[in-house]
């Protein structure tokens, strides 16, 4: 009978220990100190970003919101959108140092980090090809989309009463 109350007590436990950062793979920061952060450190370069990829496209992108917030999972939504950023591994020269410091920034905050596997870097080319000139575009749409996806979380989370 002891030996299997003490296989149950020291064998669940540390399997649980070992567990909990997959279920939990971000810090514990509070919402006081993300809220802080958003308003001191994300909210103007996510503004820039985001006016900056909106001036690069020349059409119209259509709003197609693959991620979504959900409720009461502001923060995993958030770091899902970020290393969905950072797995597409997409070169602007134009504004890339500015979304890598950005999306560092975020993750500081929230306590987060990402697993990137390895995937290809797709750089921007620049020849007048119509159809490469048409897949830039849309991958221009597609960030656009999950920054300004990544905003309304944020502005949703920080919209909590702090306790």
Avoid at 21 to 40: A, E, F, H, L, W
Wanted: hydrophobic share 35%; proline share 4%; aromatic share 8%.
């Amino acid at each position: 009978m002891k030996n299997v109350f003490f296989r149950y007590v020291f064998g669940l436990y540390p399997l649980g220990l070992v567990l909990l950062p997959i279920v939990y793979p971000c810090g514990n920061k509070t919402t006081t100190s993300i809220i802080m952060d958003y308003r001191n450190l994300i909210g103007s370069p996510i503004s820039e970003v985001h006016e900056i990829i909106s001036r690069k496209i020349n059409q119209t992108c259509l709003e197609n919101h693959t991620h979504t917030c959900e409720q009461n999972k502001e923060i995993g939504s958030i770091n899902q959108m970020v290393c969905s950023i950072q797995r597409r591994r997409l070169h602007f020269t134009e504004f890339q140092p500015q979304l890598t410091i950005l999306l560092k920034t975020i993750q500081k905050s929230l306590g987060c980090d990402c697993e990137l596997g390895h995937s290809a870097v797709h750089k921007r080319d620049t020849t007048q090809n119509p159809r490469r000139r048409k897949q830039i575009q849309k991958r221009l749409c597609k960030l656009k989309n999950l920054i300004a996806n990544i905003q309304f979380c944020f502005q949703k989370f920080n919209s909590k009463e702090v306790t």
